[in-house]
């Protein structure tokens, strides 16, 4: 079998650039766009679907149908890791998925922002209609692509320097990706005058759509899978193979801890648009500006990363992330309480008091660094863990290991839309938004606590 060069390997992080621009879409602006802001309603952000707790008194529209998706999305990751685990295909088992699958992905992912009904009582729930549909198809699409490519990424590495390398490079692409998709609101605000907020919205989002779909097509082309993987397709049906998965103890204390970072994580993102806007009291344009700027400030750990995980080891580092992520989410439950001088502005996108400013850069500096870190190693421990597993029963799983980590954070996720839509609408001037960050810091406490466990020197050792 050959060895990745460092062309291959970037030219494959290519692809994890064009699904985390799409991913990051979702993720960032979703939940904004269909449940507004105070702010975003003063820009003219229209309200397409019900609002409010309008499910048995706690649950909102947005928050079932988001928490809806990521359950189905949990539910066919195995089913579709076994597919690809299972198939025959003279191209491999992983690229065939990755080039059926990359167009639908990227066409769904704007379909979920074009709710076309009118703002009547009537058009709301028909338009709540069309977002679940849209919703559906899109975690159904970004299974088929992700699952897959994220396997081969395992496969196609056959030693713990390529696993660091390659997750490093596809960290970065990630990171880059979201990134990109952050820079939405610089973009589209200046379109909204003369477009309308929805459809320059819209424009921007067909646009990285576009340029994610030819990324996400570079790795079709650039990596001859057979040339790198020699493994033979799995018998296993999906729930043997998914139950042999849990079997592994080391795997089951990593998934534990992930599902709680997943959790507190999620409410941190889906609420930024809301910190940034509402708590801190921030123009949307600086929501960007402070994303892609905390985005380039990780960037400069990467190398320094690599360098202490030869040294100290994954868990030492990741726990280090779980650590500052806690003291991070605490702090913005806070932010927007403290004082300062109105008249100490900076005229940048409009007037801003300098101590709002450095409390969105506090957030900034101090939560790059685990960014980075859970950019990078989580990959590797799940790599570590499908080898160690392969090693032990002579059965080659990757796919199912990393759906496996995808299904379980995926119904944590489904879990954190929920909380934090419903935590979200209490009270007013942001008070639910506080108590969502504070429990999303409460969660990486815990998650942080659980990786303790986990027996790092068992697992390198068999794998060596």
Known sequence: ???????????????????????????????NFYLPGEADIAAGQPLLIPQGRAIFGFLTVIGLVTALGRIFDAVTDPLVA?????????????????????????????????APFAQTQTGRILNAIWLCVSVLAYYLFITCYC????????????????????????SFTFIVGQAVGYMGPIIWSPLASSMGRVWA???????FAVVALVCMYIPVFAIKEKDYVDTVPS???????????FKNKSFC????????????????????????????GLPEAW???????????????YIPINAAEKRLGKKRILLLAFLL???????????????????????????????KLVQGLVLVIFGALPLAIFGILPQAMVADCAEYDRKLTGESRQGMFFAARTFCFKLGQSLAMIIFTSLATIGTHGFGCRVAAFSASVLCLIGGIILMFYNEKRVLSVIE
């Open 287 to 301: 929501q960007s500006l402070l994303l892609v700027l905390m985005t380039a400030v990780s960037l400069l750990f």
């Open 201 to 207: 919205i819209r424009a921007v989002f067909v646009l």
């Open 1 to 31: 079998m050959k060895s990745l060069t460092k062309t291959k390997i970037w030219l494959f992080a290519v692809g994890q650039f064009g699904w985390a621009l799409l991913s990051g879409l979702i993720g960032t602006y979703l939940v």
């Open 235 to 245: 018998q296993a049906g999906v729930w043997e193979s998914l139950s042999k998965t």
């Open 82 to 114: 076994s597919l690809s685990d299972k198939c025959k295909s003279r191209d491999g088992r992983r690229i065939p998925f990755i080039k059926a699958f990359a167009l639908p992905f990227a066409l769904s992912t704007v379909l979920v922002f074009c």
């Open 325 to 355: 992520f806690t003291i991070v989410f605490a702090f913005t439950a806070f932010s927007g309480t403290f004082e300062g001088d109105e008249s100490n502005v900076i005229n940048f996108f409009g007037e801003v008091p300098v101590y």
């Open 147 to 170: 699952t897959p490519y994220t396997a081969l990424y395992s496969e196609i590495t056959h030693t713990e320097s390529e696993r660091m390398t390659a997750s490093s490079a596809i």
């Open 253 to 280: 204390v990593f998934i534990g801890s992930d599902i709680f970072y997943w959790i507190g994580l999620t409410m941190f993102q889906t609420g930024i648009p809301y910190f940034v806007k509402d708590l801190i």
